[in-house]
Nanobody, 128 residues
Framework: QVQLVESGGGLVQAGGSLRLSCAVS????????VAWFRQAPEKEREFVAA????????NYADSVKGRFTISRESAKKTVYLSMANLKPEDTAVYSC?????????????????????WGQGIQVTVSS
């Protein structure tokens, strides 16, 4: 039901930083989970990070833990993914997704099929 639009992708050198934005509109924020997924060429889509809209809960894939930070700015209706110490293996199309969910269960919110709303996806390329 909600609409999501990603921005902020681009090309960055290994070790650099980049911040992605996911603007949310046309939906309801109460009890929503917003997550980032990514898909590299010839690989399956994988979970990156998730956040409850109230900001009380966050979770990260092991591959990005300690380097990426997910956050939200309520006044701008935007969720961010701040990426630091980027590596070539982070190169992928990044997409944000949202769903209404009163629970916080990792085995559920890491599943792409559980989300009903998706952004268009943006390219992140990390060069060595």
């Amino acid at each position: 039901q909600v609409q999501l639009v990603e921005s902020g992708g681009g090309l960055v050198q290994a070790g650099g930083s980049l911040r992605l934005s996911c603007a949310v509109s046309g939906g309801f924020f109460s009890n929503y989970i917003v997550a980032w997924f990514r898909q590299a060429p010839e690989k399956e889509r994988e979970f990156v990070a998730a956040i409850r809209w109230d900001g009380r809960n966050t979770n990260y894939a092991d591959s990005v833990k300690g380097r990426f930070t997910i956050s939200r700015e309520s006044a701008k209706k935007t969720v961010y993914l701040s990426m630091a110490n980027l590596k070539p293996e982070d190169t992928a199309v990044y997409s944000c997704a949202a769903k209404g969910d009163f629970t916080w269960v990792r085995t559920q919110y890491i599943l792409p099929d559980s989300y009903g709303s998706w952004g268009q996806g943006i390219q992140v390329t990390v060069s060595s």
